[in-house]
Each structure stands twice: as C-alpha cells, then as structure tokens.
C-alpha cells in the first residue's frame, strides 16, 4: 500500500511512500490490541514497595511485662501490630507485575494499532523533521503548521535540538522509531513520524 506525505506546511504531497501491507493494512482485533497494551504497562510497574511485619521488625524478643498483675493488657512483644514501632497486618510485599505476551502476539498487537492509525488518517508522514535551534517555539510553530496539537513525534535517529525543543510539551511526545511501544501509539491522537522511521517500523513488524 501507499501512504501519502506531508509537506511542512501541512499540505498533501504528490509523493507517496510504499509499505506492506502486513504492516500497514492488518485487520483490528481490540482483544489483542488491549492484551498488548495492558501487557506494556503492566511491566512498567515497579512492585518494589515492602513493609515489614511482626516477626521481621528489629527488637521485641523480651516479653515487655508480666502476664498478670499490672491491669494491663497481656502482650509477648513489643513489635504488635497494635504498637507503636510495631509490625504491620498485612504488610505489603514486592510482586513480578509483568504479564507474558508472545513475539508473534505482541508483533500481530503492534501490526494491528499501526494499520488502525492508517485508516483513522492518524499517521502524519513527512520527509524529515529538523529544527535550526533547540526552541520550544520553533517546534510548536511546526506542528502549528501541521495542524496538529496531540501528537507523538517517531523518528529514526534522536536529534538533540528536536529532544531539547520537545521535552517541555506535555501533549507531545518523542521517541526513536527501535524504542517505540503500543502506548505511545495509542495515547495521543496524532503520530507524526519521517519516512526513515516508517522504514523502520516496517522492517520491525512485517
């Protein structure tokens, strides 16, 4: 198939740019694409949060006071969890979050969100994407021209002027065609993205 370029007034170009069709063309399953995407975030989870509980709190191995006498209630320790300086209950515990998807699902899941992107005429393609200077300004003035607000920005190789100019937007993102992933994909409502990193994407899922 045949994608349309962009010119950087945001016109359409004469010019179009080949894909496969097995990249760019794949019928929407929403089971998988969900799969893929719960997946991703799910292995962005840390689980690294732990609390200790009675046995593992330092101290309270002596008996604080005698079992009668004082008027008090009995207590073996003084790491309870009803303490002061004690354990906790239910004392949360560091846990794998990570889901398995397969190659062959997670390249059918990637396959599926670039070809619904195409048929939604949410995939920007332009030549290239440079800036004369790292100013937030000159980038929002492209995109201005793009007509475009929401919008993650794919390209083959990082250029630090465009990093510099992009990081302080929080509509837009951007990220090296090798690194991308099914949530920067599907979080924004454009993807502008050159034709070296299209080549890319293709190489990665056809």
Known sequence: ???????????ASSKKVEVSDVAFAR??????????VTAYLAGARQGTRAQKTRSEVRGGGAKPFRQK??????????????WRG???????KGQDW??????????????AILSELVRNDRL??????????????????????????SVTIIVDDM????????????????????VIDPVNLVRFEKVLITVSALKKLEEMFA
């Open 98 to 111: 990570s889901q398995k998807v397969n190659r062959k699902q997670y390249r059918a899941g990637m396959q």
């Open 27 to 36: 019928d929407y399953n929403e089971g998988l694409v969900h799969q893929v």
């Open 69 to 82: 006498g004082t008027g008090r209630a009995r207590a073996g320790t003084i790491r309870s969890p009803l």
């Open 124 to 149: 920007v393609v332009v030549d290239k994407l440079e800036l004369a200077e790292p100013k937030t300004k000159l980038l929002v003035e492209q995109l201005t021209k793009l007509g475009l607000d």
């Open 86 to 92: 004690g354990g906790t209950t239910f004392a949360a």
């Open 159 to 178: 250029d630090n002027n465009l990093y510099l100019a992009a990081r302080n937007l929080h509509k837009v993102g951007l990220s090296e065609a090798g």
């Open 1 to 11: 198939m045949e994608l349309a370029l962009t010119t950087a007034t945001g016109k």
